[in-house]
């Protein structure tokens, strides 16, 4: 085979047609469930159905006490009733539904550690899986709440994505984060969506692993707003499973020259002789399901890796 006709085939394979991606189950993903809760006005107060608190350095009072709660709120009421600030805190409502989660922290606590939610899902982590989690991420604006309370909100104080895996014995381990990468984007009143993807190959010391979300409030003071209470709002969490073709390391629909690269960088450690044999059988094969749109073209680093392992190949 000659090496026109390698990157031709290299070429050709991003090509191929859609049926899209399997969504996993999450409990209330858009925090519209409220039920056995006790909402004041637009708020709920607590841990929310499905949702755990995350609070990793206990300073939260369980979401509930001190100047933290997590909860829910209704920034769109479909029947006003004529209170101060209804519409105000997302002039376009929710993200999704009526209601979104809340992790808020009162003004004049400076910012004190990350907190927030997070669940735990049946699905398991599985060998030669592409998963996309995304959130809506909201910040805030200013308002006057029903009650006549105002909050001010201005600024936005970070937030953090994460999918990790939790194992028999509860220990959790990160797969990937958005570490606030959209944060400076978003205006105040305004949605955000984050994203986060996570390939797996052949091996993995997680696989098996039950599969968990973590949306937190970085809970950093503004500086620009050093008088505003510190909250991010969630909404519309989904998380989708595509099954990959193995040896596509990269999960970009094809087995080509960029999984070789990243089979031969190895950044996090995990590839092994497994996915090498996998690549070497599956080359030019593509996985069905994944949108031609989302294949980017091969790098010219990648075509070169390929032509190198070819010409090796053939040589032995
Ligand atoms: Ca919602
Ligand atoms: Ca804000
Ligand atoms: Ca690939």
Do not use: K
């Amino acid at each position: 085979m000659r090496l026109t006709t390698v990157i031709c085939i290299s070429l050709m394979t991003g090509l191929v047609s859609s049926v899209g991606a399997a969504p996993l189950a999450v409990t209330n993903p858009g925090f519209e469930d409220i039920s056995g809760e006790s909402p004041f006005n637009e708020f709920t107060f607590g841990p929310l159905n499905g949702w755990d608190l995350y609070d990793p350095e206990n300073i939260t009072g369980g979401g509930i006490g001190g100047t933290f709660y997590i909860g829910t709120l209704t920034p769109f009421e479909p029947d006003p009733i004529g209170s101060p600030g209804v519409f105000a805190n997302f002039p376009d409502g929710a993200a999704e539904g009526q209601r979104v989660g809340i992790a808020f922290n009162f003004q004049g606590s400076d910012g004190q550690g990350e907190y927030g939610m997070e669940q735990v899902l049946t699905e398991t982590l599985q060998p030669h899986t592409r998963y996309t989690l995304e959130v809506e991420i909201g910040n805030i604006a200013s308002a006057t709440a029903m009650s006549g309370e105002f909050f001010p909100l201005a600024g936005f104080p970070g937030y953090r994505v994460d999918l990790f895996t939790e194992d028999a014995a509860g220990v959790q381990q990160n797969l990937e984060s958005d570490n606030d990468t959209l944060g400076v984007s978003i205006d105040d009143g305004q949605w955000g969506t984050s994203t986060v993807t996570f390939v797996t190959g052949a091996e993995h010391s997680q696989l098996g692993e039950e599969l968990g979300i973590r949306l937190v409030n970085l809970n950093q003071l503004d500086p620009s707003f050093p008088l505003s209470d510190i909250e991010v709002d969630f909404d519309d969490v989904r998380l989708d499973a595509t099954a990959l073709t193995p040896g596509d390391l990269d999960g970009n629909g094809s087995v080509d020259g960029s999984d070789f690269l990243l089979w031969q960088q190895n950044p996090a450690g995990v590839y092994g002789a497994a996915d090498r044999a996998n690549w070497t059988s599956n080359y030019g094969e593509a996985t069905p399901s994944i949108a031609a749109s989302a294949v980017p073209e091969p790098t010219t680093s990648a075509l070169a890796a390929v032509a190198a392992f070819i010409a090796c190949s053939r040589r032995r």
